[in-house]
RNA sequence: GCCAUGGUGGCGGAAUGGUAUACGCGCGCGACUCAAAAUCGCGUUCCCGUAAGGGAUUGAGGGUUCAAGUCCCUCCCAUGGCACCA
């Protein structure tokens, strides 16, 4: 009887048996020896599954799979991020509504994931916009709102003209928008933020535990951007205010002779003198038709103007001119900013275009000026001159002495500053979770009661690109709110950002109360609605035993967002008293970015490579390896479907070394290949260096190596006279994380029981690993020129005189004299010769 | 500019300071076939040589070492991130 390898048959048989068996459904009652991973949760677009998707979900799952196979309880989720823009545009151009595109979207690409043939537990899944799942996103703001941690403020914002939408300023990086590359303008909003700020440090310190990527955590830190420094006072000269600066150089205060104050600072109008006031508010209303892009980015030449103020030097006296420039930024320390020319290129600039003074205060060894742009190496060595009491001390001690005496004085005081700024979390969009917060007639926020969540999406509204909330035209929503809460309350129209809905989804996989997250249940039931019990994010029992995350992966782009944003929501969650842990991700991966001709694939580029007609002729399992097989997990790499063959030649003949033992109920089986080689039995040997080394690679995602072990497993075997049962159900169970489904069918036939994935990983014995005959590469002066085959057991001396004799080696010894012989045990020796 | 990562055959890539180029693709030759595909065998870094063997070689140049793709220094290039942060 001879079977064929029809992988689409194959593995359809076995996806099927999966799923009847419920092979992959975790249970959360029990928290021992838990292994919880997952990827991050894709935006279920309406396009079908890319490259991109197969080379993150594939060798992610293999991963878990060994995970399984190492005993732990795995549980490795799905869902879906399925509020943003993309469902909006989607409808404003057809007319669909968002939530039946997404709902349709959803169900194709569970469809196209299952496929893949992870071991995904559906029964957990997500969708971040049905009523089930974003009544815990409104929850959640209701939290923060309560703990004093959502606020409302007026703001510049980035707005992008084309999506009518605000753009927090990662999202608007380069100065365009980034979904799709407008140039963002600049535009007063009222929004709500959430106080991320509040825990800069603490982000900053659980850092240091997390096993995360170091150019991660290197990435994290300065975004958080933690400099110390202090506030100096500066009393106005001729009334009765006073500015504060921030500096982290305090050092070279003697050094100031001007200050530079933000145009957009609220005390600037009443400082600035009447023969200044027409050129100043000129540039104030200039610099306002700058978006913050154009200022921190548009023209390296600054520019600037005189105030006609002046402020009185904390410790020479001296007056000191207040200038107006928009390189100073209100949005960063105190929105006033010493110049100090002589120990700063930028102050340097802004000096010599406007024939400022320079005066220098510090000094290094040979008694040059110090530029602060190597600040660690200068601070050790530097010392400070012409600086009053602080004459000739060092830099790094002479800054806490200034520091000192202006803090006794009351003109400063220490400070840290961070760069991290407030999380704004309104967006002006239909097709996100509602803000729940209402106002009364006199425009009072107030907090929706929890009872009323979820604080539904309204549905009658259209979607038409006005440049307002859609949210505005809703009667629906706005009865609503005067009905609960009365005349003349009206809602809050705007939703929330999509990263607060996947800043926690990792808790709502964890959710055990039944309800289901299935995308054809998009509305509550009646008897879900009238429980009026309070909303439990997750139970306690279940988090603390199933959190954190053990293993995370996904793209390093979300490195400053995402990820930053899931650890406040962590943080915050265990300060209010719903978790016990504080950090969400204990281990991170990001998976490398496979690129179409050098470009990352993306739709508007038009590179987007489909893989669908490569899964249909060689199956899951082989594009599956041929992905991992291209190169490291965290590299990625330029697409080319050239070596695909390589793969299906290694599954085919894996697929007949098995299948010739199909009638032979022996414990031996006869190899009937053509590659016999008589030489020798080395399988064991093989076999348990296959073991060693894929047990290796698998947990450090080298899957690549993985593979090549085990083709030159197979190597070996098929020139194999014989091999026994246990060997071929062991290269079943190495290949099982790799090509689950070829594994299983492999496993039943050579009578395997169960599952493969069930089987425990195999172990190694190290006694097999070393042969009985060992190669000895042979050098002389560092060059080989040869090498023998000697007993395993063979004494140094031996193999050096073996070595010595061997013929081409004799003859670079002939001659000279050996000054040194080094032997590397079971690797070399090296004779060095005069 | 700063930080991070990388640069190895025709290609993807492998290599705890210890035989560089594993594994695979491609290519060449051969077997099977009427033929092709598929499959199998042999070969394949480059140069010289029938061969044995020799020489060169991991972006460039120095250094440490018996021994460097790997460690150190100076450059060059590529990719990713940050960037008027006071």
């Not at 005993?71 to 799905?78: A, I, L, N, Q, W």
Request: hydrophobic share 35%; glycine share 8%.
């Amino acid at each position: 009887m001879s079977r064929t390898y029809d992988p689409k048959a194959l593995e359809a048989k076995w996806q099927k048996r999966w799923e009847e068996a419920g092979l992959y459904a975790a249970d959360l009652s029990d928290g021992s020896d838990k292994y919880y991973t997952h990827v991050m949760f894709p935006y279920p677009s309406g396009d079908k599954l890319h490259i991109g998707h197969w080379y993150n979900y594939g060798p992610s799952d293999s991963f878990a799979r060994f995970m399984r196979m190492q005993g732990k309880k795995v549980f490795s989720p799905m869902g879906f991020d399925a509020f943003g823009l993309p469902a909006e545009n989607y409808a404003v151009k057809t007319g669909v509504h968002p939530d039946t595109s997404t709902r349709k979207n959803v169900e194709t690409m569970i469809t196209q994931l299952k496929r893949i043939g992870c071991m995904y537990d559906w029964s957990k899944m997500v969708n971040t916009s049905t009523p089930e799942y974003y009544r815990f996103t409104q929850w959640l703001f209701l939290q923060m709102h309560k703990h004093g941690l959502a606020y409302k403020k007026a703001g510049n914002v980035n707005w992008c003209p084309s999506c009518q939408t605000v753009l927090a300023n990662e999202q608007a990086q380069d100065g365009t928008c980034e979904r799709c590359g407008t140039p963002v303008i600049h535009k007063p909003l009222e929004q709500w933020y959430w106080n991320i700020t509040r825990y800069s440090q603490q982000l900053l310190d659980g850092l240091d535990a997390l096993d995360w990527p170091e150019k991660t955590k290197i990435m994290q830190r300065n975004w958080i951007g933690r400099s110390e420094g202090c506030d100096v006072v500066w009393s106005v000269t001729g009334c009765d205010m006073s500015l504060e600066t921030f500096t982290t150089t305090v050092d070279t205060i003697y050094g100031v002779t001007f200050v530079v104050i933000a145009p957009d600072h609220p005390l600037l109008p009443t400082l600035v003198t009447p023969e200044q006031r027409d050129a100043v508010h000129a540039y104030i209303a200039q610099s306002s038709t700058k978006s913050e892009f154009d200022r921190q980015f548009g023209d390296k030449d600054k520019t600037g103007v005189c105030t006609g103020a002046f402020l009185k030097h904390p410790f020479t006296g001296m007056s000191i001119p207040l200038w107006v420039a928009d390189y100073v930024l209100m949005t960063y320390g105190t929105g006033v900013v010493m110049g100090v020319p002589a120990h700063d290129q930028r102050d340097m600039d802004f000096a010599k275009k406007y024939g400022l003074d320079i005066v220098q205060s510090i000094q290094n060894p040979e008694g040059e000026s110090i530029v602060y742009d190597n600040i660690d190496k200068y601070a050790v060595l530097g010392t400070i001159i012409d600086s009053g009491a602080f004459s000739g001390i060092a830099i790094l001690d002479g800054r806490k002495k200034i520091i000192d005496q202006l803090e006794r004085a009351g003109m400063g005081r220490r400070k840290i500053q961070y760069r991290l700024r407030d999380w704004c979390v309104s967006r002006q969009r239909y097709w996100g979770a509602p803000i729940p917060i209402v106002y009364d007639p006199k425009g009072n926020p107030h907090p929706v009661p929890e009872e009323h969540l979820p604080w539904t999406l309204p549905t009658d509204v259209e979607f038409n690109p006005t440049g307002e909330s859609p949210l505005k035209h809703s009667n629906e929503f706005k009865e609503r709110t005067e009905k609960l809460f009365g005349k003349g309350w009206t809602p809050e129209y705007d939703t929330m950002d999509t990263f607060v809905c996947s800043s926690f989804y990792y808790l709502m996989y964890l959710q055990t109360q039944g309800a289901s997250m299935k995308a054809e249940s998009c509305q509550l039931s009646a008897s879900q609605k009238k429980n009026n019990q309070p909303l439990t994010l997750v139970h306690p029992e279940v988090e603390k035993q199933w959190m954190p995350v053990d293993m995370y992966i996904g793209g390093a782009e979300h490195a400053c967002m995402h990820l930053i944003y899931a650890r406040f929501v962590m943080m915050a969650l265990k300060d209010f008293g719903y978790v016990s842990h504080s950090e969400p991700f204990k281990k991170l991966v990001h998976q490398g970015v496979i690129t179409n001709k050098g470009a990352k694939m993306s739709k508007s580029k038009g590179n987007v490579v489909s893989p669908d007609a490569l899964v249909d002729r060689h199956g899951s399992d082989v594009f599956r390896m041929y992905l991992m097989f291209m190169g490291p997990f965290t590299e990625g790499g330029d697409w080319s479907d050239t070596g695909i063959k390589g793969i299906d030649r290694f599954a085919l003949r894996l697929f007949k070394l098995f299948e010739i033992i199909q009638d032979q109920p022996s414990q031996k089986t006869k190899n009937t290949s053509t590659k016999i080689d008589q030489s020798k039995g080395s399988s064991q040997t093989a076999l348990h260096r296959a073991i060693k080394k894929i047990t290796e690679d698998i947990p450090a995602f080298r899957f690549n190596t993985a593979i090549s072990a085990l083709m030159e497993l197979l190597n070996v075997l098929e020139r194999e006279q014989e091999i026994d049962r246990s060997t071929l159900q062991t290269v079943a169970k190495l290949l099982a994380p790799l090509a689950p489904h070829l594994a299983d069918e492999l496993w039943e036939m050579c009578g395997g029981e169960g599952f493969v994935v069930d089987q425990r990983w195999p172990s190694f014995d190290p006694a097999l690993l070393t042969s009985d005959t060992m190669t000895i590469a042979v050098q002389v002066n560092g060059k080989l020129r040869g090498s023998i085959e000697v007993p395993s057991d063979s004494s140094k001396d031996d193999i050096i005189a073996t070595a010595s004799k061997q013929e081409n080696v004799a003859k670079f010894i002939a001659g000279t004299s050996i000054a040194k012989q080094i032997y590397v045990p079971g690797k070399l020796v090296s004779f060095v010769v005069g």
